[in-house]
T-cell receptor
Framework: AQSVTQLDSHVSVSEGTPVLLRCNYSSSYSPSLFWYVQHPNKGLQLLLKYTSAATLVKGINGFEAEFKKSETSFHLTKPSAHMSDAAEYFCVVSLNYGGSQGNLIFGKGTKLSVKP | NAGVTQTPKFQVLKTGQSMTLQCAQDMNHNSMYWYRQDPGMGLRLIYYSASEGTTDKGEVPNGYNVSRLNKREFSLRLESAAPSQTSVYFC?????????FGPGTRLTVT
């Protein structure tokens, strides 16, 4: 069975400091992994995706994530937080087999706060 | 190119009332999905349609029905709304890897 665990429900950083949002996954197959961002009262926007190509994936707005198979992790990072990064972030794994191929399993989300 | 659109944006229902949430995509995607989002739960899949003419249950289908009207449109129906269905509902579509989401419908059942 596939699942995803976001290790922190809330992360708070100061503007200009690094961001680390942690995600571990469980998958019986080669996973496709994603990070989505949701700003308050908005829909979800795809930040980046891993689909078995390069293990370091660059996304929009300066975010990147590294796929580490040995640690079953896909942590999201950004070198310097901006106030506009305050949002909820979801780590997501895609089902890669059978009739449900393409279906997504969402983590419970990490709320990122950025202090001035 | 509007992407994925949803109507209505907000709705208040009384317990037992019925309603249909509409979703349309203009990206010619084969697969479409309905999710609900509740605080601290992430998004949970209600129903999906892998292609026109097919629909399947997701993680939380009870109390809902869906119709894939054509390739563009995928509607979600609540036949007899319950307070437990108070949530934000998102529609999504995909043609491959990664899904595109609509702006959501905020539904309150009193």
């Amino acid at each position: 069975a596939q699942s995803v665990t976001q290790l922190d429900s809330h992360v708070s950083v100061s503007e200009g400091t690094p961001v680390l949002l942690r995600c571990n996954y469980s998958s019986s197959y080669s996973p496709s992994l994603f990070w989505y961002v949701q700003h308050p009262n908005k829909g979800l926007q795809l930040l980046l995706k891993y689909t078995s190509a390069a293990t370091l994936v660059k996304g929009i707005n300066g975010f990147e994530a590294e796929f580490k198979k040995s640690e079953t992790s896909f942590h999201l990072t950004k070198p310097s937080a901006h106030m506009s990064d305050a949002a909820e972030y979801f780590c997501v794994v895609s089902l890669n087999y059978g009739g449900s191929q393409g279906n997504l399993i969402f983590g419970k989300g990490t709320k990122l706060s950025v202090k001035p | 190119n509007a992407g994925v659109t949803q109507t209505p944006k907000f709705q208040v229902l009384k317990t037992g009332q019925s309603m249909t949430l509409q979703c349309a995509q203009d990206m010619n995607h084969n697969s479409m999905y309905w999710y609900r989002q509740d605080p601290g739960m992430g998004l949970r899949l209600i129903y999906y349609s892998a292609s026109e003419g097919t629909t399947d249950k997701g993680e939380v289908p009870n109390g809902y029905n869906v119709s894939r009207l054509n390739k563009r449109e995928f509607s979600l129906r609540l036949e007899s709304a319950a307070p437990s269905q108070t949530s934000v509902y998102f529609c999504a579509s995909t043609q491959g890897v990664g899904q595109y989401f609509g702006p959501g419908t905020r539904l309150t059942v009193t």
